[in-house]
């Protein structure tokens, strides 16, 4: 993926260093399959990089080693960037044995800069400092989540904000939840509800895509009639995309990210630019290491740069 030289490296001693674009093979992807390593994306314009980039360095020394940190200014690295569809800054990713890991666009409070470090340092099979019982109590709803128990996840999830109103992953795994339970008119109270303190956290802006997502799904219509309507008309965009929706719905996601990758490269200014707008939602609501993301966004900037 990189076409970039191996020079560059950290200092001795300090498990932070500024890298350049001509260094990120050494420095990162070739470091990262001994000690996970994380990529802060930044440049001197930014403020949220000025308050995040301190409190990922404090936390990075922190770990004593067992995860480190190269900071990239995009001003000086486009090209690197780009490969990256790095959209908005301040970005952080995590690699380990040369690939992304984890990930996190804006800046985060000091609690969830430090779960984010532990979990790339228990991914790296490092081990971590013990979680607090917020983060266990996260860890444990998430599971929950996944296991289908969307109403214990739920009232897990309430527990957590009841000890901290302001938890951003405790408020998202709570809509989540709910939406799990296709319960889509709580779920959009919930996320209306939540302070304004984290309303632009990253986990919030994703509850925000998965809530319109659902509240796309519950419109989508039958499958097999929108497929139809493409098969019988190959240039119907309106049929693509509500193919796309229903694939969506029908959790189908990487099809549905092909249908409007296809509608984008016929006509990428179609109801201004739907496509576009309905892959970045789509990408919003996943995690931003799912391969689904990291292949939709490379090929979505394919077309956009061809």
């Known amino acids: 993926m990189f076409e970039l030289s191996p020079q560059g490296g950290a200092a001795a001693g300090d498990p932070v260093m500024d890298g350049t674009e001509a260094g990120f093979m050494a420095d990162v992807i070739e470091a990262s399959n001994e000690t996970p390593v994380i990529v802060d994306f930044w440049a001197p314009w930014c403020g949220p990089c000025k308050t995040l980039g301190p409190m990922l360095e404090e936390a990075v020394r922190a770990a004593k080693g067992a995860v480190r940190m190269v900071k990239i200014n995009v001003d000086e690295a486009q090209m690197l960037a780009g490969q990256l569809q790095i959209q908005s800054i301040p970005t952080v990713y995590a690699f380990h044995k ?21 979990r790339v340092i228990a991914a790296g099979g490092g081990g971590s400092a013990p979680a607090d019982p917020l983060t266990e109590a996260i860890a ?3 599971e929950m989540l996944e296991e289908g128990a969307a109403s214990d996840a739920a009232q897990t999830f309430s527990a957590i904000l009841a000890e901290d109103p302001n938890h951003a992953a405790a408020y998202a795994g709570l809509v989540r939840a709910y939406l799990a339970m296709n319960e889509i008119e709580q779920a959009e109270a919930i996320l209306n509800g939540a302070p304004a303190d984290i309303s632009a956290a990253p986990e919030l802006e994703a509850a925000h895509a998965q809530l319109e997502l659902a509240q796309q799904a519950a419109q989508a219509g039958p499958l097999a009639d929108h497929l139809a309507r493409v098969e019988a008309d190959p240039n119907d965009h309106q049929a693509r995309f509500d193919l796309a929706l229903a694939l969506h719905a029908n959790g189908r996601t990487g099809e549905a990210v092909d249908q409007l990758l296809t509608l ?12 576009k707008t309905q892959l970045f939602k789509i990408f919003d609501a996943l995690k931003p290491n799912d391969p689904v993301v990291l292949e939709g966004r490379r090929r979505l900037s394919s077309l956009i740069f061809t």
């Open 98 to 118: 040369g690939r992304p890991i984890d990930a996190f666009q804006g800046a985060l409070p000091q609690s969830e800069i430090k779960a984010f470090i532990d």
């Open 140 to 142: 444990a709803a998430e």
């Open 264 to 275: 984008f490269a016929r006509d990428r200014q179609w109801n201004d630019e739907a496509a």
